[in-house]
């Protein structure tokens, strides 16, 4: 299945070990079974999960989804991020490499309109943290907004785990829910609390910027 010398660990081992390759196989496995279980018909909101995925690499995104996915897991199992995308301190006013993870589609599209208005870099957004973590594996990434109540078995705690743990990627919660939000507080540097507004999400980020 993947370009590299079989694994006789055991999968906590290889996760530690290989995190890349660990994201890699999980998003393979959760889009060939989507596609297998539709016959290739995504739904709409995998659809543009996947779209977002393809679009990270500048894959043709107006084609069935089949095709799509074929091309884009040729790219992904094959490519791991290179040395010299490691994290480094940056200026206060540098723009970021933003992860946005948010299940509402119309909250991610608007969210990633202002961040990229803002002069940030925005890789998705997706609505399932698979997607997401397979994205931060891939690239190099500042910081992560993450919603808590993702579609999917992960939820965007989980997420932040890894995320925190592997790449230590920083962490931005926006969420309505606030029980989860603060139980969890110290996995993230900020949290922004839903209904929320578009100077309060620019704040939080320009934190970041400040202090990486």
């Not at 995998?46 to 894959?59: P, S």
């Not at 091309?71 to 940056?90: G, H, I, K, N, Y």
């Not at 909250?107 to 961040?115: C, D, G, R």
Request: proline share 5%.
């Amino acid at each position: 299945m993947f370009d590299r010398p079989p694994v006789t660990e055991p999968d906590h081992a290889r996760a530690q070990t290989d995190p890349v390759a660990d994201s890699v196989e999980r998003l393979c496995r959760l889009y060939d079974t989507r596609l297998a279980d539709t016959g290739g018909d995504l739904s709409p909101e995998d659809a543009r999960e996947l779209k977002a995925m393809a679009a990270i690499y500048d894959l043709e995104t107006d084609r069935p989804s089949a095709e799509v996915w074929r091309d884009l897991r040729a790219v992904v199992t094959r490519q791991a991020p290179a040395a010299s995308e490691t994290a480094a301190p940056r200026a206060a006013a540098e723009a970021l490499t933003l992860l946005v993870v948010e299940d509402d589609a119309d909250a991610a599209a608007s969210l990633t309109e202002m961040l990229t208005e803002a002069g940030h870099s925005v890789v998705g957004p997706f609505h399932s943290a698979a997607a997401a973590e397979a994205a931060a594996a891939l690239h190099a990434i500042d910081a992560a907004l993450l919603d808590i109540n993702l579609s999917g078995e992960m939820t965007g705690v989980e997420l932040a785990e890894v995320l925190t743990s592997r790449w230590d990627v920083r962490v931005i919660f926006i969420s309505g829910d606030v029980t989860a939000a603060a139980r969890h507080a110290d996995l993230a540097e900020a949290l922004v609390l839903k209904p929320y507004n578009g100077a309060q999400i620019l704040e939080a980020v320009a934190r970041l910027g400040r202090t990486g």
